[in-house]
């Protein structure tokens, strides 16, 4: 039984004669947290897109639970939250829950049972009648949080999820993502935010110019005590890649 969630095999993706994503191989276990980390433009918006199947690579093959992630049944099973989201601005976050769920074929009443969960986790539902032109960055990415959760995805794919969040709502979404992963969920993210990323991962990829230059663990260089995240960004950004 194939116990990766996703596997990239050398998965290449140019915009005219620019390399996005240049020979990616990249794969995330069942019920593990990997962040997705590099510099602005490095790719990794390129690369999520793919997984999603949202873009298609220009080499290589991207395999989603074992099928194409263009099929609408794998599909259903990711969690998906973009960078940014264009929300129609006239709806409240109700509505656009039940949207979202009818797209997902969920029934009405599960909608509407997960939506009153997942607003009460987000910490949305005194604000849930107002339209969502009237909400502020970080009330638009916890509505984003409880669109990516409501068909309660075995996979979740978000694309730096703690951007525009205030200190408790990170720490309240952290919790939020270690109780998913204790539940034996995936999560793949990117994000810049090196101290989150560190306290939830299991694992991380650091993508330098298209490409992956680590993937492995965070405690790699805590031998000498000094190991953390932000020491082995700086390193393999440097070096280009760790050996
Ligand atoms: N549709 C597109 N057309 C042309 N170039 C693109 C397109 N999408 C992305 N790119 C380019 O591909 C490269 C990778 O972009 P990508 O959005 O994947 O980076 P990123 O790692 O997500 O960066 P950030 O941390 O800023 O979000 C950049 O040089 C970007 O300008
Ligand atoms: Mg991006």
Redesign the pocket.
């Known amino acids: 039984m194939n116990e990766n969630v996703f596997e990239l095999s050398g998965v290449c ?1 140019s ?2 004669a ?1 390399k ?2 240049d020979d990616l191989t990249l794969s995330l276990a069942r019920g593990e947290v990997t962040g997705f980390l ?12 793919m997984l999603i199947g949202l873009l298609r690579p220009t080499s290589g093959t991207v395999r989603l639970f074992g099928g194409d992630p263009a099929d609408a049944a794998t599909r259903a099973r990711i969690g998906y939250m973009p ?1 940014t989201a264009y929300y129609y601005p006239y709806l409240n976050v109700r509505e656009l829950l039940a949207f979202y769920g009818g797209v997902c074929g969920m029934d009405r009443r599960t909608v509407r049972s997960r939506t009153e969960e997942l607003l009460e986790e987000v910490e949305l539902a005194d604000a849930a009648r107002r339209p969502l032109r009237t909400y502020s960055k970080g009330m638009l990415q916890r509505a984003g949080i409880a669109q990516a959760l409501l068909h309660d995805p075995d996979l979740l794919v978000l ?2 999820p703690f951007t525009g969040l205030d200190p408790l709502a990170r720490i309240h979404f952290r919790n939020l993502l270690r109780r998913l992963r204790d539940r034996g969920k995936s999560i793949f993210f ?1 994000s ?1 935010e090196l101290g989150e990323t560190e306290l939830l991962c299991d694992r991380v990829a650091i ?1 330098k110019r ?1 490409r992956c230059i680590y993937h492995g663990p965070v405690d790699r260089l805590a031998g000498d005590g000094r190991g953390n995240l932000e020491r082995l960004f700086l390193d393999v950004l440097e070096k280009g890649g760790v050996a």
């Open positions: 993706r915009f005219g620019l996005a994503v590099g510099t602005n433009g490095a790719g990794k918006t390129t690369t999520i897109k960078e694309d730096e990117s810049h993508m298209g």
